[in-house]
């Protein structure tokens, strides 16, 4: 069995996988030791563990887990399934090459195309030769709603909420309307640029706002909210079989 620790900006993801089962996800604000000492009790066959985090300062973590697990950091040095052509691979993060790793290897020989929708909306490709190349990155939706508000003197702060119109006839709708439409048109033009650029392709919607899209695109889209833990799980597969 393996243990996926995913250490965020604001939250903490751990996963619990038995061979190609994932038999436990919770999401916490705060890490604590006691949780770890649950996990081994419920789970003895635990034997290796993947660390991804935002912050350096995992030595502590390390230090417990390694008295139980065989551990790997993920990390720009980690060895992984594809072929990395990013310029700078010490900046990008690591939540965008594990989803797109998580989608490569889902769809196998096929080009794959990532859709993350959460603080920022990111897109990550990876060709059918198992190479990513990189993406794209843009404000994500409650960012979206923030900066009109913080930026402007009058408009107020809107909260999502579902809509089935294209023109808002008050202001709280011509922002919602302005956002979320904008959103997704965004989306949809980035995957029909994708799909005149590259055949068979494949996109894979996930993050916390994908529910949110999935009606709205009008693209063929698969949603796979925990497309970045499976991409950690393949990497760990990966490193263990090396």
Known sequence: MQLI???????????????????????????????????????PALS????????????????????????????????????NLYGTPKTLGYDRLAGAIGANNLYKGKNVLVIDSGTCVTYNFVSAKD????????PGLDMRFNALNHFTAKLPLVEFEEIDQLTGDDTKYSILTGVING?????????NAYTTKYKQLQVVLTGGNANRFEKALKNSIFVHPNIVLWGLKTILDYNNEE
């Open 5 to 43: 620790i995913d250490i965020g900006n604001s939250k903490i993801k751990i996963a619990v996988f038995n061979k190609q089962d994932l038999v436990e996800f919770n999401s916490f604000p705060k890490l604590t030791y006691k949780k770890f000492e649950d996990l081994f009790t419920k789970y």
């Open 48 to 83: 290796s563990c993947l660390i991804c985090s935002v912050s350096d300062d995992i030595d502590a973590l390390k230090a417990l887990l390694e008295q139980h697990l065989k551990i790997t950091v993920f990390n720009y040095k980690t060895k992984i399934p594809v072929t």
């Open 131 to 138: 190479e990513y190349l990189g993406g794209s990155i843009s």
């Open 183 to 191: 959103m997704a048109y965004e989306m949809d033009g980035f995957i």
